[in-house]
């Protein structure tokens, strides 16, 4: 990690990390994650109180509508965890694998 001094005014020098175009990507995707949240059960309240004036129902599709955007809110964190978790398994397995573009022979590890 590259740092950087700031010099703030009070004259103070702190060390701040520069961030790189993947760290900056990451950030987007992760934030992203609460918005997404937030507006999938706003959908589903807005979808919810229509279909309750449309019935002439007491708030039940609105609750329903919130159970659904908490569904598809957590449906989406899922997606995301597992993505997460593939291209860390990926980058882990590139690290471990040879520099020289080889693939190792696996018949030749088991042979003494």
Known sequence: MVLRSFTGPLKNRIAMPL????????????GAVGLEMAALVFVGVKIGEWADARFGTDKIFTLVGVLFGIAAGFWSLIKL???ANRVVAENEAAERSPDDGSTPDPESEKRP
């Open 19 to 30: 961030l790189g175009p993947e760290q900056v990507k990451d950030f987007g995707r992760y």
């Open 81 to 83: 965890t597992r993505r």
